[in-house]
């Protein structure tokens, strides 16, 4: 494609510049890295959901193999997928607990140097017996060169009886390409344990970075509710019995653990391989240089000092009204009610993983409480500035008195910039990434360059269409004021009625929030609207629920593999709408009801908005509409997954009209929007549909694309096409 070509060529300049931020085309990125392996020695592809992961490491097979073709070379290559435990173990009775935080508590109590240095005394003692083999053979012999996904991954170790998660941990030094989560470097309490030897000339890529802002600031905030504390308060009552048993009849382990404390985290610091679930919230370095505070040094002084905070946190957690507070206001008021210093809450985090192997604790999942009270203690002295402390109602009770502290890390920079200053080239790309230029602003960083690329297509597969009113000429929006309004509901009734009687196969509805959808739902199910659907088309829902969604998306692929045709209801900024691909059949039509606003009256994003106005002079509806774009934007491009695709795009709220909303779409989806697209009715949306739709069913070979939006080599290397595809890249 010119525009790949086009890509490539910015991403090779902008590579030897050694730092980088760029939108998307898929896969690209890996290309380079195998063009210029003397100069980048691995590509660390992080994107968001498992599916996308999955997705890369296929395309990555699809080019090595065409690598192999063309020059009948095998290369030594090796390329590695790395998820949580949950999606790798392959031990019969850890993988199949349901929850990831069983699973990884259960793994430890396997795989715990403790636990297995007791196995080696008493052989009863259970450990994971693919980690004993991967250990004691999997170091020694190299994985071999190959692409590996999950399920490559899972097979590998079945036949040698090693542990794939491990294995994989281990095999990220000496892979070419790593293709993981976004948390494994955003996430200081993962990042510090799994990716903290990748080397320097690594090249990161962020795909899929449109929504890169709020990973960072969720992997940096914490919520504590009454029930937290209360399970806290069991821990710490658990730890106190421990520590007396302990006393009575091995006291010499906790004296060897006073004086490694003496010495530094530095030679505390052993172990930690199987220890992710007690990881640091705060990068090593600023923590392991120091010594432990004598105040918390003994075992019984850091759990009498974590009963002290805990007390304070529970006398802040009776209030009957709502308080917000700046971190220096926070750590003052708990100076003086209760004599706790800023350093010792530091090392709360560290010294809770060393108390917790002293004590030799296996169901190390029961302790999650107090490991988040000690994350938040860490975290809430560390982090001075930008960040909230908000004493809440819950938000699903919000008339009852059930208060909520929110720590919330206001400024996403804190989380990315340990990457940028590690990392040669850091790359952010996003085929949603629109305006380009409020990333480097939010994220606090100077871009070497950014680029935006359009799509070039020998036939115009995507019709963006914006409806403004019903057929009675009311206007269709999903704006406070009228979401009770009967007319404004039937009319996004009718218009999904309408939408489902020409469209073939899929259409994929999503909506403003879940509150929303099961409102309209309801409403049209009052009207009999969804009775006249259901005529058309199945109708499928996406819940909170994962496994309920899971199958939901399941059985709507059956139905529109079965010619049956299916409809499916979502939500903007759900499972839905950030991880999966509609291809072909499966959604020839994306309709967004109404604009995806955050919401507003939220003392959290409040405060947000407040700071990115003082910090980065970013006016607050323009962030909010920004935010609202890239998510309805995210939705939309569900239908349309390559050039031999085509789909609708239909935008239900006259909003979208405004100069402002349209401007912050992606470049290659204003191009098509065109003065006739703009505050149509049902009855005309339904018309230029019909006739796209009937254009898009005539036959469309891959020859079609020859010299327009498909190159031969010759085609690539004429002047005039040079010339055009110089074109491509609008430089910001």
């Known amino acids: 494609y010119p525009e790949q ?74 390329a590695l997928a790395l998820s949580s435990r949950k999606n790798l173990c392959i031990h019969p009775e850890v993988s199949s607990l349901r929850f990831g935080k069983e699973v990884d508590g259960k793994c430890h109590s396997l795989t715990a140097s403790y636990i297995r240095a007791q196995h080696h005394s008493n052989p009863c003692q259970p450990v994971c017996q693919f980690f004993e083999e991967f250990d004691a053979v999997g170091r020694q012999v190299p994985i071999p060169p190959g692409i590996f996904n999950l399920d490559d991954l899972k097979d590998f170790g079945r036949r040698k009886g090693w542990c794939p998660y491990f294995l994989a941990r281990y095999a990220i030094l000496h892979a070419n390409i790593v293709v993981y989560s976004y948390h494994y470097l955003l996430d200081p309490k993962i990042a510090d344990l799994v990716s903290k030897e990748l080397a320097k000339k690594s090249v990161v890529v962020f795909d899929e970075a449109h929504n890169i802002d709020n990973v960072c600031i969720d992997s940096m905030s914490v919520n504590i509710t009454r029930r937290t504390l209360d399970r806290c308060q069991t821990n710490v009552e658990t730890l106190q019995n421990t520590i007396s048993r302990i006393k009575e009849t091995d006291a010499a382990k906790l004296r060897e653990e006073y004086m490694r404390l003496v010495e530094g985290l530095k030679e505390a610091n052993v172990a930690r391989e199987t220890d992710i679930y007690l990881s640091n919230p705060v990068l090593p370095d600023e923590i392991l240089q120091e010594a432990v505070p004598g105040s918390i040094r003994t075992a019984e002084h850091f759990v009498g000092f974590i009963k002290r905070f805990l007390e304070y946190l529970k006398a802040r957690l009776r209030i009957h009204h709502v308080v917000q507070e700046s971190a220096p206001q926070f750590l003052k008021d708990i100076y003086e009610k209760v004599c706790i210093d800023r350093k010792p809450l530091r090392f709360c985090a560290e010294r809770l993983r060393s108390l917790l192997r002293t004590l030799e604790i296996a169901d190390i999942a029961d302790f999650s409480a107090i490991t988040l009270i000690s994350h938040f203690a860490t975290l809430v002295s560390t982090y001075s500035k930008g960040n909230l402390y908000d004493y809440d109602f819950h938000q699903k009770t919000p008339t009852i008195a059930n208060p909520v502290l929110h720590f919330s890390c206001m400024d996403p920079s804190i989380a990315i910039k340990p990457v940028f200053g590690r990392f040669q080239s850091v790359i952010i790309t996003s085929g949603t990434l629109s305006p380009l230029d409020i990333y480097p602003r939010i994220l606090d960083f100077r871009p070497v360059t950014m680029a935006s690329f359009t799509m070039t297509l020998a036939r115009t597969c995507l019709c963006p269409l914006i409806v403004g009113r019903g057929n009675d000429q009311v206007a269709m929006t999903s704006k406070f004021e009228t979401r009770e309004d009967f007319a404004v509901i039937r009319n996004y009734g009718n218009l999904l009625l309408e939408m489902s009687a020409i469209v073939p196969d899929g259409i994929v509805a999503f909506f403003t929030s879940y509150i929303y959808m099961e409102n309209i739902v309801a409403s049209w199910y009052e009207q009999g609207i969804l009775e006249n659907i259901q005529r058309n088309k199945l109708i499928f829902i996406e819940t909170q629920d994962a496994a309920e969604t899971s199958m939901a998306l399941e059985k709507y692929q059956e139905a529109c593999e079965n010619g049956r045709g299916a409809i499916l209801l979502s939500v903007a900024r759900g499972k839905v709408s950030e991880g999966i691909d509609f291809v072909h059949h499966f959604g020839r039509a994306v309709i967004m009801f109404g604009v995806p606003y955050v919401y507003t009256q939220s003392r959290i994003l409040k405060a947000r908005l407040e700071y990115l106005r003082d910090q980065f002079q970013i006016r607050e509806n323009d962030f909010l509409t920004f935010d609202a774009m890239r998510h309805a934007a995210q939705c939309v491009g569900r239908a349309i997954r390559g050039k031999t695709d085509y789909g609708l795009m239909i935008f239900a709220d006259k909003r979208y009209a405004r100069a402002d909303k349209r401007g912050k779409l992606p470049r290659w989806i204003q191009e098509h929007l065109t003065d006739g697209s703009l505050n149509l009715t049902i009855d005309e949306t339904v018309q230029l549909s019909k006739h796209f739709l009937r254009q898009m069913a005539q036959p469309f070979r891959r020859e079609d694309q020859l010299g327009l939006s498909l190159l031969t080599l010759e085609q690539l290397q004429s002047e005039d096409m040079l010339q055009k595809i110089a074109q491509i890249a609008q430089q910001a």
């Open 5 to 78: 070509y086009s890509y490539m060529l910015e991403l090779k300049r902008t590579l030897d510049a050694k730092v980088c931020y760029n939108p998307l085309i898929k896969l690209i990125s890996s290309c380079m890295q195998y063009a210029y392996p003397l100069e980048v020695t691995k590509l660390v592809y992080c994107s968001r959901t498992v599916p996308e992961i999955e997705k890369v490491v296929e395309e990555l097979r699809k080019l090595m193999d065409y690598y192999a073709k063309q020059t009948g070379v095998k290369n030594d290559f090796l």
